[in-house]
């Protein structure tokens, strides 16, 4: 289980094209002409960093900013039903698997001009993996015009609980020597125990959700999702299914997992909370909340697949301008300061709620041995080196891949084998990619 504010997003980014297809085009900004609306989605963290920072853009800049917050759940409908109403704030959050069609509605604008052209930031100093989230050439996302700036990059590391092992006499992970798959279930089955001796289990070595989880390892093993051009599903292959067949051999053969009935009981989230499960990912976003945890906990890579590499998702959230802004100078001028000047990235990371995305500010946040986790250098390392997106972000809508996972439950329970529905679930999976694809403009 993962936090509100990642919740859904391939769910909601393919609700906000299918909206967008209805043929609702840009229409009036939502803000008086000498001012601004900047519409995000957060939690209390999150207002009181954006107003310090907002407030020091608008002393700067002579520029007033309406801020519209809403709660990660209710974003995109309350988005939706802005554009529908034709009160499109001027700066507004938006998911990397939104671009495509928001830009072929004609709903946010190409701000590379302003970008580039802008003194006050350095591309080279922010993160690759952010600006190149947020390009798109007409063809293929990643490359091409920029139409956002990263909010954030949110590198979806793994985690330990450092008491469990220490208490089980077992050798922490080595940070620079990942676990093969195999050593991973060893070790997880070593943490997996009854520890009040009432005949039930109650530490489990594990607890991931598949949704969220299951790519890494389909990654690290050599599978994919797609062809390199984006036309064709590719999940039929023996190394996809050999992953997703050791995914759900953790909870029916080698029990390391809570079952699904123990996982109604209590999540896997709130039993990694509480020092019930030995590995579980972190994000940053979760670093604040983290702090309270009754146990030391610490990151290390992924446990690797068959190409001895380790791998993982890596979120971003960006920040675009509307096509209908009467104020784009001044609005781009936000997105580039609440992206990439140094001081409001400091304002957002003193308030735990995201990394920084200058590079150079990040390495020092890394390396501050005050705050935790001690190895903070793997939320880089993921960013720089093995982190991905999900693949439903680099396509026109997330029909295809929300597809895979409707039916996978019989795969969890034990009850069909990978193999049997990769097969069955890549010609359904086809059908909506190709549907996606033609919506584009793209394929053959």
Not at 79 to 94: E, H, N, T
Not at 249 to 256: P, T
Request: net charge negative.
């Amino acid at each position: 289980m993962m936090k509100s504010r990642t919740i859904t997003k391939t769910i909601a980014a393919a609700a906000a094209a299918s909206f967008l297809l209805s043929g609702c085009a840009a229409a009036a900004g939502g803000g008086d002409d000498d001012s601004l609306t900047f519409m995000y989605r957060g939690g209390p963290d999150d207002k009181k960093a954006y107003e310090q920072a907002v407030a020091q853009f608008e002393k700067d800049n002579g520029v007033e900013v309406e801020m519209i917050q809403t709660t990660a759940d209710q974003y995109s409908t309350k988005l939706k039903a802005a554009i529908s109403g034709r009160q499109i704030p001027d700066v507004f959050y938006i998911s990397p698997g939104e671009v495509q069609a928001y830009v072929k509605n004609g709903i946010i604008k190409d701000i590379t001009e302003y970008v580039e052209g802008s003194e006050s930031i350095d591309l080279d100093n922010i993160w690759d993996y952010g600006v190149d989230s947020y390009r798109f050439d007409g063809q293929l996302s990643g490359q091409g015009s920029i139409y956002a700036l990263p909010k954030d990059v949110g590198p979806f590391s793994f985690g330990y609980n450092k008491t469990m092992f220490e208490e089980a006499g077992i050798p922490l992970p080595d940070p620079d020597k990942p676990y093969t798959m195999e050593e991973f279930v060893d070790v997880a089955k070593q943490l997996t125990k009854d520890t009040d001796g009432d005949g039930k289990l109650d530490q489990w070595g594990t607890g991931l959700n598949v949704v969220w989880n299951l790519p890494a390892f389909v990654w690290s093993n050599g599978g994919s999702w797609l062809n390199e051009d984006r036309t064709e599903v590719t999940i039929d292959t023996p190394e996809f299914a050999e992953a997703l067949q050791w995914f759900a051999d953790l909870q029916n053969v080698h029990k390391v997992t809570p079952s699904a009935g123990e996982a109604q009981t209590l999540d896997t989230y709130q039993r990694w909370m509480k020092g019930e499960i030995g590995f579980f990912p972190v994000g940053p976003w979760d670093l604040a909340t983290y702090e309270e945890l009754p146990f030391e906990y610490d990151l290390i890579p992924y446990p690797v697949g068959a190409t001895g590499e380790p791998a993982t998702y890596t979120g971003t959230l960006g920040i675009a301008v509307s096509n209908s802004t009467e104020l784009p100078e001044e609005a781009a001028k936000l997105v580039t300061y609440l992206s990439a000047n140094e001081e409001a990235q400091q304002t957002l990371t003193d308030a735990g709620v995201q990394i920084p995305n200058l590079e150079d500010m990040a390495e020092e946040w890394a390396s501050d041995e005050t705050t935790k986790p001690a190895n903070k250098e793997e939320f880089l390392q993921v960013i720089r080196d093995y982190g991905r997106p999900l693949p439903s972000e680099l396509t026109y809508n997330a029909e295809w891949y929300d597809e895979f996972f409707t039916n996978i439950q019989p795969v969890l329970d034990g009850e069909k084998t990978a193999a049997e529905y990769v097969k069955e679930a890549q010609p359904k999976m086809q059908q909506f990619l190709d549907s996606a694809n033609q919506q584009a403009g793209i394929g053959g």
